[in-house]
């Protein structure tokens, strides 16, 4: 039985609004699989209509969704109505941005929907709320908790030109460094191999391990980490059968004949990740959360307040986050 994707609004004064309605208005045109919008109608038709566009809204159940989709944009309300001005965030944004949050996860455990898609939030909106989490990542960790057991969530980025994961997230440099463990690299490409095989219908995953150091560590000249943490966790997971190269210089990894030598590369900090893949596929680029029991896609970009209710926000990163859930969500043979 075929189900909807639950698509969060994300950060009410963002281009969440924005980019949903967009994409719903472009659902035939580019093939857009089924989604309802979690949010609330009178919010998304006022945001519409500064918009300048003409377009249908339903109130609606995750059951009703899919026979909505062609005539209308399906909303199911969160509970919370949000007031925020696009590029302005109020004290409505944090409860309707989590709500939304919590209600797609539920959805999907639910049996209702098919895949949780997420609309960027603003977190420093949601901390300032309390919110205790660095990020979108973890939070649906610990919604994805079972028995008291939280499941350790791995951040890929993916498009049809590149996949990144990196091994440490949203912390600092220093922090990430210091956090940075042979059994961390093994348990994130574990994690990332059995979701490739799984979801991504890859058999024998190509891992690239990128050194921390510049150079891999130039045999411990420029740091001691890749000998001593790195290649250990290439030796690992080669033993078990594996298919990892590494640790390799960071520099040389994301030109084009290299990129077709892997089917991801495994970075070990943030940016050396995030970089390469925002520089070749902006547009198309997607966020996936890995190893939780439910699928998680989302634009791999933020807020953009600047440019919140003025037409300008590209919905492409949204409809590839769409697209991307429902062919992790499809049956595999």
Same mark, same amino acid.
């Given at each position: 039985?075929?189900?909807?994707?639950?698509?969060?609004?994300?950060?009410?004064?963002?281009?969440?609004?924005?980019?949903?309605?967009?994409?719903?208005?472009?659902?035939?045109?580019?093939?857009?699989?089924?989604?309802?919008?979690? #949010?609330?109608?009178?919010?998304?038709?006022?945001?519409?209509?500064?918009?300048?566009?003409?377009?249908?809204?339903?109130?609606?159940?995750?059951?009703?969704?899919?026979?909505?989709?062609?005539?209308?944009?399906?909303?199911?309300?969160?509970?919370?109505?949000?007031?925020?001005?696009?590029?302005?965030?109020?004290?409505?944004?944090?409860?309707?941005?989590?709500?939304?949050?919590?209600?797609?996860?539920?959805?999907?455990?639910?049996?209702?929907?098919?895949?949780?898609?997420?609309?960027?939030?603003?977190?420093?909106?949601?901390?300032?709320?309390?919110?205790?989490?660095?990020?979108?990542? @973890?939070?649906?960790? @610990?919604?994805?908790?079972?028995?008291?057991?939280?499941?350790?969530?791995?951040?890929?980025?993916?498009?049809?030109?590149?996949?990144?994961?990196?091994?440490?997230?949203?912390?600092?440099?220093?922090?990430?460094?210091?956090?940075?463990?042979?059994?961390?690299?093994?348990?994130?490409?574990?994690?990332?191999?059995?979701?490739?095989?799984?979801?991504? #219908?890859?058999?024998?995953?190509?891992?690239?391990?990128?050194?921390?150091?510049?150079?891999?560590?130039?045999?411990?000249?420029? #740091?001691?980490?890749?000998?001593?943490?790195?290649?250990?966790?290439?030796?690992?997971?080669?033993?078990?059968?594996?298919?990892?190269?590494?640790?390799?210089?960071?520099?040389?990894?994301?030109?084009?004949?290299?990129?077709?030598?892997?089917?991801?590369?495994?970075?070990?900090?943030?940016?050396?990740?995030?970089?390469?893949?925002?520089?070749?596929?902006?547009?198309? #680029?997607?966020?996936?959360?890995?190893?939780?029991?439910?699928?998680?896609?989302?634009?791999?970009?933020?807020?953009?307040?600047?440019?919140?209710?003025?037409?300008?926000?590209?919905?492409?990163?949204?409809?590839?986050?769409?697209?991307?859930?429902?062919?992790?969500?499809?049956?595999?043979?």
């Amino acid at each position: 039985m075929l189900k909807p994707l639950a698509l969060t609004i994300g950060e009410p004064a963002g281009i969440g609004p924005d980019i949903a309605i967009e994409a719903w208005r472009r659902r035939a045109d580019l093939g857009v699989p089924p989604f309802y919008l979690l #949010g609330d109608p009178g919010f998304i038709g006022d945001r519409a209509k500064r918009l300048g566009v003409e377009i249908a809204l339903a109130k609606a159940t995750p059951s009703d969704a899919i026979d909505i989709f062609s005539d209308a944009l399906p909303i199911v309300s969160v509970g919370h109505v949000p007031t925020a001005a696009p590029g302005q965030p109020d004290d409505s944004s944090a409860k309707v941005a989590i709500a939304a949050i919590r209600q797609a996860v539920e959805d999907v455990k639910a049996g209702s929907a098919a895949a949780v898609v997420t609309n960027p939030i603003a977190k420093s909106v949601l901390y300032r709320a309390g919110f205790n989490h660095p990020g979108h990542t @973890e939070f649906l960790a @610990e919604l994805a908790a079972y028995n008291g057991k939280v499941p350790l969530p791995v951040m890929m980025l993916w498009s049809p030109t590149l996949a990144v994961v990196p091994v440490t997230i949203h912390v600092s440099l220093r922090d990430a460094i210091a956090q940075l463990t042979s059994d961390l690299i093994v348990t994130t490409a574990r994690i990332l191999v059995a979701d490739m095989i799984a979801r991504f #219908g890859i058999a024998r995953p190509r891992l690239a391990i990128a050194g921390l150091n510049p150079h891999a560590g130039e045999d411990g000249s420029l #740091g001691t980490e890749d000998r001593t943490i790195v290649a250990p966790a290439v030796a690992t997971l080669r033993s078990e059968g594996i298919d990892a190269k590494g640790p390799l210089p960071a520099d040389t990894m994301f030109h084009a004949a290299a990129r077709q030598r892997y089917d991801c590369a495994i970075c070990m900090y943030h940016d050396q990740a995030l970089i390469p893949i925002k520089t070749l596929a902006f547009d198309d #680029g997607v966020n996936v959360t890995l190893g939780l029991p439910f699928i998680r896609t989302s634009p791999d970009h933020g807020t953009a307040f600047d440019i919140a209710g003025t037409g300008q926000a590209n919905p492409s990163s949204l409809i590839a986050a769409l697209k991307l859930a429902a062919r992790m969500a499809a049956p595999r043979a």
